[in-house]
């Protein structure tokens, strides 16, 4: 009859602590969700609170693995956060080392939670960064990452998201050049179709499903940085990452801005290319057509010449001018280029050489200018304002 009764207390106590994980379990995912909500804003204040949240749940045993795993998320991508922000490198250690012990004590109650390694290496691989200058340290990071990654890879060679911590190591390898590039590309490409192909979600919160959104936004950096730029897939990477999660503050914010200041820095370079080609083959009807309506140009020594009707004039008056003349060679040297939404500005240099046909007689010019460019409705550039003074001979 004692033994009946010691059994019976033994399943009515394991039948309290299952009920008391079962309660416990709404809390935890709501701080998951908060977790998650907060890597994509970017608001690394909130990711160390729920960091802290966490730690009511560690004596939990059925899902100790898990709230390990999601106080470690916090911290890794509070960190990753961090080096978008410019944080120092010593905060930022603390946070990923933090965030490295949480992840291997996930792995420690669950050998079978490949997440949880994969997110223990990309601590790593991100503390061998910041620690590139200690050969020691650096060299035991190494073994350590080396040994987390075999793992992870023999256990689920397949998870779209070891394919994302991996993509960066691939593009970073001490050879960087554009064959490991392609990889590191192929290699989220082929994570995003593994992501896509498997069930959006388990219905479980607290078992990891990120990873579209992260390859989509590691695509558009990839072709914005790569050898050869593809800015077209990055922006529509990007978009597509935005569609996903429209509060990423980094795609929003950073990412997204980048890509169009390179492809408008791209749009003003085919403009300068037109006006030198232009220039060169006293071409006046390409030249006119790369200032805007309301275009205001200030010469040297003359009045403004204002709008259409005084451009083509003042255009009339140059092709007359310039029939006497062949141009030899025409330089553009601009210095810096500074965009803001719609507008640009630019400053730098103009030089040439011309020889007179009726007395082959050859002159040299240099001219410093200033342009205010603007965007049109079709993505093209066209010169607004511009201002252009002869150089001192002193400086040629």
């Known amino acids: 009859m004692q033994r009946i009764l010691r059994v019976a207390m033994v399943w009515i106590a394991l039948a309290g602590v299952a009920l008391a994980a079962a309660d416990a379990n709404p809390a935890i995912e709501k701080i998951v969700v908060q977790i998650q909500r907060a890597d994509y804003e970017g608001n690394r204040v909130a990711l160390k609170q729920l960091y802290e949240d966490l730690a009511a749940f560690l004596e939990n045993r059925q899902i100790v693995s898990r709230v390990r795993y999601w106080r470690g998320f916090a911290l890794w991508r509070r960190a990753l956060n961090g080096f978008n922000e410019s944080v120092n490198s010593e905060e930022l250690a603390r946070d990923l080392e933090l965030a490295a012990s949480e992840f291997k004590e996930a792995s420690r109650a669950d050998d079978h939670f490949v997440d949880a390694k994969i997110g223990e290496g990309s601590c790593l691989s991100n503390l061998m960064y910041l620690n590139r200058g200690n050969r020691s340290r650096l060299e035991n990071l190494m073994s350590e990452a080396r040994q987390v990654f075999k793992e992870a890879e023999a256990q689920a060679p397949d998870n779209p998201r070891l394919a994302w911590v991996q993509g960066p190591n691939l593009w970073y390898s001490i050879q960087q050049n554009r064959e490991n590039q392609l990889k590191a590309i192929a290699l989220y490409e082929r994570g995003l179709e593994t992501i896509r192909a498997q069930k959006k979600n388990s219905g479980d919160t607290l078992e990891p499903s990120w990873g579209e959104p992260e390859l989509l936004m590691n695509l558009a950096w990839s072709n914005l940085h790569r050898e050869t730029p593809d800015l077209k897939a990055a922006q529509s990477y990007a978009q597509s990452a935005l569609t996903l999660v429209p509060y990423w503050h980094y795609v929003k914010d950073i990412l997204i801005p980048q890509i169009q200041n390179a492809m408008d820095t791209t749009e003003i370079q085919k403009l300068r290319e037109k006006d030198i080609a232009a220039s060169k083959a006293g071409d006046f009807e390409t030249l006119k057509s790369l200032f805007t309506k309301d275009s205001v140009v200030m010469p040297p020594g003359s009045d403004f010449v204002r709008g259409e009707s005084e451009r083509e004039k003042a255009m009339q008056a140059m092709r007359e001018d310039m029939s006497h003349y062949e141009v030899l060679e025409y330089y553009e040297n601009f210095e810096e280029l500074k965009i803001w939404g719609g507008e640009a500005m630019e ?48 400086s040629h």
């Open 347 to 394: 400053w730098g240099t103009i030089s040439g050489k011309m020889r007179d046909k009726r007395t082959g007689e050859v002159t040299a010019s240099r001219y410093k200018v200033m342009r205010i460019l603007s965007k049109q409705a079709t993505g093209d550039w066209k010169i607004s304002r511009s201002i252009y003074n002869d150089l001192p001979a002193s």
